[in-house]
């Protein structure tokens, strides 16, 4: 796959998701939908290491070794909302006993949260095309 086609499958797949994440925010499921959140994430940030490291992207998930990885600079307040963002990941998937994060993942936390993926996304989107 070329490079260019290796860019934009990642940033569609990214969009993708990001359009499942919003259904199931309506459905009410808003622990799985800060869970595609964080994928959608780690796709535009793969587009960012395709544009710009031109090699195959690492199969790592957590967000700021990858935006590290792939030179996309974060400044602080990006780096303690991607980590925020990677516990999206971990704990949707393996939730503990007390079911902490479904308690956490309100209407409300999922609709800020999933507000400022769709700003990052954009901003990731932005440095690609620069």
């Known amino acids: 796959m070329k490079n260019n086609s290796k ?17 199931l925010f309506q459905s009410g499921e808003y622990h799985w939908a800060l869970f595609l959140g964080h994928l959608v994430l780690e796709k ?12 195959t992207p690492p199969r790592i998930h957590d967000l700021v070794k990858l935006a590290k990885v792939s030179n996309l600079k974060l400044d602080n307040n990006k780096v303690y909302f991607y980590n925020r963002v990677n516990d999206f990941n971990i704990e949707a998937r393996y939730p503990d ?12 936390f999922a609709y800020e949260n999933l507000e400022l993926i769709k700003q990052e996304l954009q901003w990731i989107k932005s440095q690609i095309e620069l």
């Open 97 to 108: 006993e007390k079911m902490t994060f479904y308690k956490v993942a309100t209407k409300e």
């Open 44 to 55: 535009a940030i793969k587009a960012y290491f395709c544009k710009f490291i031109d090699d």
């Open 7 to 23: 860019i934009a499958y990642w940033i569609q797949t990214a969009e993708s998701d990001l359009v499942t994440a919003e259904k």
